[in-house]
């Protein structure tokens, strides 16, 4: 029964950084809005500056989690630098954590603030959250013939006009590479051959049309792109085949114990500005994503497997970074919880920003 107890402890361990995370959100939605309402008749780019800072706030202290919870072996390959710029972030998408990793990267530049993202439509529909990306800049779109060109046309032309810092990601593949939906992969290596494309192994095959509209809307506003190729360590099983990526709670039960996180900048005059041509050319980087993820799960020679060509450098994320963050708004969630009048207000925030929420998201683009 002991063993039991513990066994059973152990799987739950992503538990507390759960509880503390959702937990916080009414917190930090409270301190958003407040800070909504009293910047009304300040100069807008002064609500974007402290909006960055709250933004900065919160996912320092989902990083604590992810990062000096877990104890997770965090390797860059390749050159990511050391000071923020204006960029598109392009990656490979697996599992949920993927979000995690744009965030790991944006703060070793100490521009997790200006982390955008261009996220799938049904997510505009979380509780909380779905409202507050769309008003932190993120772009909600919807796949294949519904995309809608003209709404993130013209929600990052009024970015750009408003010169918000830009760390805008994108997951090309428009849904997650996993081995246990084989059709998926079937299907997007059907239509790579269907097309005269090159079929990919452990890639979905890019779809081109986010990011051309980032590329070409922005292409005088943005500093670089930034390629990035991500492979959780432990994703395969004995007999060398691919498994599923890490959920977040598996992440958080410490069950990951490297990622390793290949890098290539490149200048916007290296990319073709036709869409025509831009899907070539991001189909041949999703070409060289995956010879580094064949190399890294299939190379013959085991000694070259479980890592990316080059140098990895071993990046580990300090508390100061990460710490305060979390003692702060875990201080604010709890000082509200011990009053009867701060568990009302906590409720009534999930409940009516909810629905406040889903009327705003509902209405607009």
Same mark, same amino acid.
């Given at each position: 029964?002991?063993? &039991?107890?513990?066994?059973?402890?152990?799987?739950?361990?992503?538990?507390?950084?759960?509880?503390?995370?959702?937990?916080?959100?009414?917190?930090?939605?409270?301190?958003?809005?407040?800070?909504?309402?009293?910047?009304?008749?300040? +100069?807008? $780019? #002064?609500?974007?500056?402290?909006?960055?800072?709250?933004?900065?706030?919160?996912?320092?202290?989902?990083?604590?989690?992810?990062? @000096?919870?877990?104890?997770?072996?965090?390797?860059?390959?390749?050159?990511? +630098?050391? @000071?923020?710029?204006?960029?598109?972030?392009?990656?490979?998408?697996?599992?949920?954590?993927?979000?995690?990793?744009?965030?790991? #990267?944006?703060?070793?530049? @100490?521009?997790?603030?200006?982390?955008?993202?261009?996220?799938?439509?049904?997510?505009?529909? #979380?509780?909380?959250?779905?409202?507050?990306?769309?008003? *932190?800049?993120?772009?909600?779109?919807?796949?294949?013939?519904?995309?809608?060109?003209?709404?993130?046309?013209? =929600?990052?032309?009024?970015?750009?006009?408003?010169?918000?810092?830009?760390?805008?990601?994108?997951? +090309?593949?428009?849904? /997650?590479?996993?081995?246990?939906?084989?059709?998926?992969?079937?299907? &997007?290596?059907?239509?790579?051959?269907?097309?005269?494309?090159?079929?990919?192994?452990?890639?979905?095959?890019? /779809?081109? =049309?986010?990011? *051309?509209?980032?590329?070409?809307?922005?292409?005088?506003?943005?500093?670089?792109?930034?390629?990035?190729?991500?492979?959780?360590?432990?994703?395969?099983?004995?007999?060398?085949? /691919?498994?599923?990526? +890490?959920?977040?709670?598996?992440?958080?039960?410490?069950?990951?114990?490297?990622?390793? !996180?290949? !890098?290539?900048?490149?200048?916007?005059?290296?990319?073709?500005?036709?869409?025509?041509?831009? $899907?070539?050319?991001?189909?041949?980087?999703?070409?060289?994503?995956?010879?580094? #993820?064949?190399?890294?799960?299939?190379?013959?020679?085991?000694? $070259? $497997? @479980?890592?990316?060509?080059?140098?990895?450098?071993?990046?580990?994320?300090?508390?100061? =970074?990460?710490?305060? &963050?979390?003692?702060?708004?875990?201080?604010?969630?709890?000082?509200?919880?011990?009053?009867?009048?701060? /568990?009302?207000?906590?409720?009534?925030?999930?409940?009516?920003?909810?629905?406040?929420?889903?009327?705003?998201?509902?209405?607009?683009?």
């Amino acid at each position: 029964m002991l063993l &039991s107890l513990v066994l059973h402890t152990y799987s739950m361990r992503y538990l507390v950084p759960a509880a503390v995370m959702m937990g916080a959100a009414p917190t930090y939605v409270l301190a958003w809005g407040a800070w909504r309402v009293l910047s009304a008749l300040l +100069p807008a $780019r #002064l609500y974007r500056e402290v909006d960055d800072r709250l933004y900065t706030l919160y996912q320092s202290m989902v990083l604590f989690f992810f990062e @000096n919870y877990t104890g997770v072996q965090v390797i860059i390959y390749g050159d990511l +630098p050391k @000071n923020k710029e204006n960029i598109l972030y392009l990656s490979n998408h697996q599992c949920t954590v993927d979000w995690i990793i744009a965030d790991m #990267l944006a703060m070793r530049q @100490n521009a997790i603030g200006h982390v955008r993202y261009v996220l799938k439509d049904g997510l505009k529909w #979380l509780p909380l959250y779905g409202w507050y990306f769309s008003q *932190h800049g993120g772009v909600y779109v919807k796949r294949s013939a519904k995309f809608n060109e003209k709404e993130m046309r013209a =929600k990052l032309q009024a970015h750009v006009k408003a010169e918000i810092p830009m760390y805008l990601v994108i997951f +090309p593949e428009g849904t /997650r590479y996993n081995p246990e939906i084989p059709k998926v992969i079937a299907d &997007s290596q059907s239509f790579a051959e269907k097309e005269g494309l090159t079929v990919l192994k452990h890639v979905l095959t890019p /779809r081109v =049309k986010a990011t *051309h509209v980032a590329i070409d809307t922005m292409k005088g506003y943005l500093d670089a792109v930034y390629d990035v190729t991500v492979a959780y360590e432990g994703t395969v099983d004995h007999k060398g085949q /691919r498994k599923v990526a +890490p959920s977040m709670t598996e992440f958080l039960c410490k069950e990951c114990p490297r990622v390793h !996180i290949f !890098i290539e900048r490149i200048e916007l005059k290296d990319i073709p500005e036709e869409q025509m041509y831009m $899907r070539r050319w991001l189909h041949e980087r999703f070409e060289i994503k995956d010879k580094l #993820l064949i190399e890294f799960y299939d190379a013959k020679d085991s000694k $070259r $497997r @479980n890592k990316f060509p080059g140098k990895g450098v071993h990046s580990k994320l300090s508390l100061k =970074k990460t710490l305060p &963050s979390l003692l702060f708004l875990g201080g604010l969630t709890a000082s509200m919880l011990l009053t009867e009048s701060g /568990r009302k207000l906590y409720v009534k925030t999930w409940i009516y920003g909810t629905l406040i929420g889903c009327l705003w998201v509902g209405i607009k683009p």
